[in-house]
């Protein structure tokens, strides 16, 4: 039986792809924690799992994206791009390598699987901590000459 923390990012359609994984996890006696936002707390317990909150102040709950961080809706085209990457992917991430330590100095996880929109997964394994597996809910993007080429 393995422990494992699950990192997913505060939107519907970043959480409920990890759904099943966690289901099938827990249905196989892994001690699952999944840290999530606080409107999908129901949702994580209800598979068995153990919750834990995004820090709060990265956590819209029912809000829409451009009420929580309203300075997106002010952006257009690459600038919007900019302030997404640097303020919603980047700006979290000592917040969540903050809630991943904490909740490792209590639950000594084999594994963290995170949301590619939360990379501090990734960089807890670098400062130490244990192997981390990324789960993308982005399709895979290949140039249409990979297909070109592929006999």
């Given amino acids: 039986m393995s422990k494992i923390i699950f990192l997913i990012t505060p939107a519907e359609g970043h959480f409920n792809p990890f759904v099943p994984i966690i289901v099938k996890l827990v249905e196989r006696k892994h001690q699952v924690i999944c840290i999530a936002g606080r409107v999908f707390k129901n949702r994580v317990e209800n598979t068995g799992a153990s919750f834990l909150p995004i820090p709060e102040k990265w956590d819209p709950g029912n809000i829409d ?27 979290p991430i000592p917040d969540a390598l903050h809630e991943l330590k904490r909740a490792l100095s209590e639950f000594q996880a084999d594994i963290v699987i995170y949301d590619s929109f939360l990379p501090a997964g990734v960089w807890m394994t670098e400062l ?13 993007s290949l140039p249409g000459k990979i297909f070109l080429h592929m006999d």
């Fill in 65 to 91: 994206s451009y009420d929580f961080f309203p300075e997106l809706k002010k952006k257009k085209g690459l600038s919007q791009m900019k302030y997404y990457i640097k303020h919603i992917l980047l700006d």
């Fill in 128 to 140: 130490e901590g244990p192997p981390s597996i990324m789960i993308s809910v982005l399709p895979l």
